[in-house]
């Protein structure tokens, strides 16, 4: 079946650091691949997406590239903020019928201090 | 943006009680609602998905009787934990959907149940 696997957390950064947060999956077929975010008290939000290989998803300064060859999709940002500290799940999708059903890592929670 | 609201954001009960979680699309109609369970520290894990107005179809290992889920309208489902033991004590959360792909569903903000 589909799996996704996210790197261990937390993740302390001061601001302005970069940011890789590692994710790699393990599907039949060709599934979308997607990060989301979760800041706290709230649901969580779409981030980016990549529908396939060597596509490259990207949104708020976060970037992501669908790496088929080594079943990949790391999310990546140049230099943190503050106000990125969230909850982050990578998840691939799987289409199904007329619904898609989302497979999701563990998620890992970044915390970035001033 | 499209919003979705659950009630109650957390609750407490008693083992053998019943306990219902509303999921509510505030400002857009979802012809597809899915409800998932989180544990700590693990992934999100589908449990059902219903459609307006037909029954819900659950996941693999889920048990329909336990976790009853009702779409009436095109902006409501419920989840009714049934009989509720401390092991059904988790994170529940719904996302409601407008069309197809992943990029239109829209997630509440969660319940937290406890089950004492």
């Known amino acids: 079946g589909n799996s996704v696997t996210q790197m261990e957390g937390p993740v302390t950064l001061s601001e302005e650091a970069f940011l890789t947060i590692n994710c790699t999956y393990t599907a039949t077929g060709y599934p979308s691949l997607f990060w989301y975010v979760q800041y706290p008290g709230e649901g969580l939000q779409l981030l980016l997406k990549?529908?396939?290989?060597?596509d490259k998803g990207s949104n708020k300064g976060f970037e992501a590239t669908y790496r088929k060859e080594t079943t990949s999709f790391h999310l990546e940002k140049g230099s943190v903020q503050v106000s990125d500290s969230a909850v982050y799940f990578c998840a691939l999708s799987d289409l199904n019928g007329a619904n898609s059903k989302l497979t999701f890592g563990k998620g890992i929670t970044l915390s970035v201090r001033p | 943006g499209a919003v979705v609201s659950q009630h109650p954001s957390w609750v407490i009960c008693k083992s053998g009680t019943s306990v219902k979680i509303e999921c509510r699309s505030l400002d857009f109609q979802a012809t597809t609602m899915f409800w998932y369970r989180q544990f700590p520290k693990q992934s999100l894990m589908l449990m059902a998905t219903?459609?307006?107005?037909?029954?819900?179809?659950?996941e693999q290992g889920v048990e329909k009787d336990k976790f009853l889920i009702n779409h009436a309208s095109l902006t409501l489902s419920t989840l009714t934990v049934t009989s509720a033991h401390p092991e059904d004590s988790s994170f529940y959360i719904c996302?409601?959907?407008?069309?197809?792909?992943?990029?239109?569903?829209?997630f509440g903000p969660g319940t937290r149940l406890t089950v004492l």
């Open positions: 990549a529908t396939k290989a060597d």
């Open positions: 996302s409601a959907g407008q069309g197809r792909g992943p990029d239109t569903q829209y």
């Open positions: 219903s459609n307006e107005g037909s029954k819900a179809t659950y």
